[in-house]
Every structure is written in C-alpha cells, then in structure tokens.
C-alpha cells in the first residue's frame, strides 16, 4: 500500500524525531516555513524536497549569522 503524503510535501513528524545532524549528531528543528532542517551546533540547514530531508552536507545551506540564535 503506498504512503500518502500531504499537498505541501511535509516530513513525517515520527521521522523528524530521529533524524540528526550529519555533521555533527546534534538534534535538528524543523523549519516548516523553508522547508529545512536546521542544525544549530553546526550552522547549517538541510534541504527538504518532496517531503524527504537532503541529509548531504554538499546540499546544506550555510545559515546567515541572523539565521543564528541567540546567546
């Protein structure tokens, strides 16, 4: 039976929960906005496309120091 998947593409929240950062094992946030996954220990987002997160460093974005949280 195939898997549905919603009209914007969405990642399964369940999937979300184990997924980390490549780079370093730190734990993602999802931004549903831009559709990445955002690693703060390592400053750099994961694209997600079609539903699925791109987790190649290659494919990362390099957040802008506005991007950053604070403190």
């Known amino acids: 039976m195939k ?3 919603n009209e914007e593409g969405a990642v399964d929240p369940k999937l979300l929960e184990f997924l980390v ?5 730190a734990t993602l946030s999802h931004d549903a ?7 703060r220990a ?3 987002a994961f ?3 079609g539903g699925i997160p791109i987790m190649l ?4 974005r390099k957040l ?3 991007e950053l949280p604070q403190g």
Not at 57 to 60: F, G, K, V
């Open 57 to 60: 460093a290659s494919e990362a």
């Open 3 to 5: 898997q549905r998947q």
């Open 33 to 39: 906005e831009r559709q990445e996954l955002v690693s």
């Open 21 to 25: 950062c490549p780079v370093s094992g």
């Open 64 to 66: 802008e120091p506005d």
């Open 47 to 49: 694209p997600i496309r």
């Open 42 to 44: 390592t400053g750099l």
